[in-house]
């Protein structure tokens, strides 16, 4: 099933939110990213056979599972953040910031006495522990009931304390937060809340170097769409402000994309008061990067006032998203994509390839013309679960 909410009311002029995430923001941001050892940009791979079965002009795909190693994109925000703050903390000159305050002696050798913490489905937990590790200091990651073993030792092979609790990510992130405060801890959580705003807003700055890079490998060629992947909101909202920032009123249409299951942006915005919402619902999806309950407060804010549409699916979409990427179905290169970042793919096939879906496509304004961007956020970052799926040797 695929659901889909269409926004009559988007906000046409930036906001102060969004003068967050200008060019400007963006292109020093990738500078920090750029001075890393291991620095080069993900492909942005040209899925020709995919657009061509389907219809439409284009289709690019921002293939993530190459980040630094790590296998998805969230690595980005944790670096950023948590450089900006050890930044702030030891008086670095913010135009002097590179990968160098992670080797700086001083600098490490008071992190030792520090530690990170955050709540986590996989990526963002990875990301942080990676930057800990870079940096010296001690981190601790808690994770939702039902976390694949993959997933936990990625993390814990970082030198993380890695706990599962008997809860769901937002009962995670609710202890991450309690501790953060009982044991002097620096929390680095990729969600915002009243009070708890400065570090989630330098995550998502973080992910602008996803978008500075893809524009450059774009060679001056502007999609006509964005279908963007949202868990609480981060990735997509950042996003969003870049477009709003570069293109103001001319800019693409731009869709949210959930799991039914998980699907607290769109809950709160047919909820029609303009306020963030909690899903009361268990939730049941193979795209544990996307289970999450509770919308960031900043990147609601965002998406609220300037998405075009809100969209949920159930798994089998992004099974077939997976299945695609994997097998190059349509002559196209062969792409590792997990649970979470296949999701994008399998919609937009759907959408264009059964019949039953045609008057929504048509609402989406998908045709011949249509140039759509995607991304791929990880890759097999459970790898029985991607082999099972895709039944691909790995």
């Given at each position: 099933?695929?659901?889909?909410?269409?926004?009559?009311?988007?906000?046409?002029?930036?906001?102060?939110?969004?003068?967050?995430?200008?060019?400007?923001?963006?292109?020093?941001?990738?500078?920090?990213?750029?001075?890393?050892?291991?620095?080069?940009?993900?492909?942005?791979?040209?899925?020709?056979?995919?657009?061509?079965?389907?219809?439409?002009?284009?289709?690019?795909?921002?293939?993530?599972?190459?980040?630094?190693?790590?296998?998805?994109?969230?690595?980005?925000?944790?670096?950023?953040?948590?450089?900006?703050?050890?930044?702030?903390?030891?008086?670095?000159?913010?135009?002097?910031?590179?990968?160098?305050?992670?080797?700086?002696?001083?600098?490490?050798?008071?992190?030792?006495?520090?530690?990170?913490?955050?709540?986590?489905?996989?990526?963002?937990?990875?990301?942080?522990?990676?930057?800990?590790?870079?940096?010296?200091?001690?981190?601790?990651?808690?994770?939702?009931?039902?976390?694949?073993?993959?997933?936990?030792?990625?993390?814990?092979?970082?030198?993380?304390?890695?706990?599962?609790?008997?809860?769901?990510?937002?009962?995670?992130?609710?202890?991450?937060?309690?501790?953060?405060?009982?044991?002097?801890?620096?929390?680095?959580?990729?969600?915002?809340?009243?009070?708890?705003?400065?570090?989630?807003?330098?995550?998502?700055?973080?992910?602008?170097?996803?978008?500075?890079?893809?524009?450059?490998?774009?060679?001056?060629?502007?999609?006509?769409?964005?279908?963007?992947?949202?868990?609480?909101?981060?990735l997509p909202a950042a996003v969003q402000a870049y477009l709003v920032n570069q293109f103001g009123?001319?800019?693409?249409?731009?869709?949210?994309?959930?799991?039914?299951?998980?699907?607290?942006?769109?809950?709160?915005?047919?909820?029609?008061?303009?306020?963030?919402?909690?899903?009361?619902?268990?939730?049941?999806?193979?795209?544990?990067?996307?289970?999450?309950?509770?919308?960031?407060?900043?990147?609601?804010?965002?998406?609220?006032?300037?998405?075009?549409?809100?969209?949920?699916?159930?798994?089998?979409?992004?099974?077939?998203?997976?299945?695609?990427?994997?097998?190059?179905?349509?002559?196209?290169?062969?792409?590792?994509?997990?649970?979470?970042?296949?999701?994008?793919?399998?919609?937009?096939?759907?959408?264009?390839?059964?019949?039953?879906?045609?008057?929504?496509?048509?609402?989406?304004?998908?045709?011949?013309?249509?140039?759509?961007?995607?991304?791929?956020?990880?890759?097999?970052?459970?790898?029985?679960?991607?082999?099972k799926i895709t039944q691909e040797t790995l």
């Amino acid at each position: 099933m695929i659901r889909i909410a269409e926004s009559i009311k988007v906000i046409q002029s930036e906001n102060s939110l969004t003068k967050n995430f200008d060019c400007y923001t963006a292109q020093n941001v990738r500078s920090f990213h750029k001075s890393f050892p291991n620095y080069k940009p993900t492909p942005l791979v040209e899925l020709n056979g995919c657009a061509h079965h389907l219809g439409i002009k284009k289709i690019w795909l921002k293939d993530e599972s190459h980040r630094f190693g790590l296998n998805a994109f969230k690595v980005l925000g944790a670096s950023y953040a948590v450089a900006k703050f050890f930044a702030e903390m030891f008086g670095v000159n913010e135009k002097e910031l590179s990968y160098s305050i992670f080797t700086e002696a001083t600098i490490r050798e008071k992190a030792k006495k520090l530690t990170l913490v955050t709540a986590t489905d996989g990526n963002h937990g990875r990301g942080v522990a990676w930057t800990a590790k870079q940096i010296g200091c001690k981190s601790v990651v808690y994770m939702p009931k039902g976390t694949k073993k993959a997933r936990f030792d990625n993390i814990k092979s970082l030198g993380a304390d890695v706990y599962i609790i008997d809860g769901n990510y937002d009962d995670a992130s609710y202890l991450a937060r309690e501790n953060a405060e009982k044991f002097g801890w620096i929390l680095v959580q990729d969600s915002s809340w009243e009070g708890y705003e400065k570090i989630p807003l330098w995550i998502m700055q973080g992910y602008l170097t996803l978008m500075h890079e893809s524009f450059e490998q774009l060679s001056g060629e502007i999609p006509t769409h964005f279908f963007v992947q949202c868990g609480v909101g981060s990735l997509p909202a950042a996003v969003q402000a870049y477009l709003v920032n570069q293109f103001g009123n001319d800019r693409p249409l731009f869709a949210i994309v959930e799991p039914n299951d998980a699907a607290c942006v769109y809950e709160s915005f047919v909820a029609g008061d303009g306020n963030v919402h909690t899903l009361t619902n268990e939730i049941h999806t193979i795209m544990a990067g996307l289970a999450c309950g509770t919308p960031s407060k900043l990147a609601w804010e965002i998406m609220r006032d300037y998405s075009n549409y809100f969209i949920t699916c159930d798994d089998e979409v992004t099974k077939s998203g997976m299945d695609i990427l994997a097998k190059g179905t349509f002559g196209d290169d062969k792409i590792v994509s997990g649970e979470s970042g296949a999701v994008t793919t399998g919609l937009i096939h759907k959408l264009l390839s059964d019949s039953a879906y045609r008057q929504l496509a048509e609402k989406l304004k998908l045709n011949s013309d249509s140039k759509i961007f995607l991304i791929s956020t990880e890759g097999d970052t459970d790898p029985k679960i991607y082999k099972k799926i895709t039944q691909e040797t790995l």
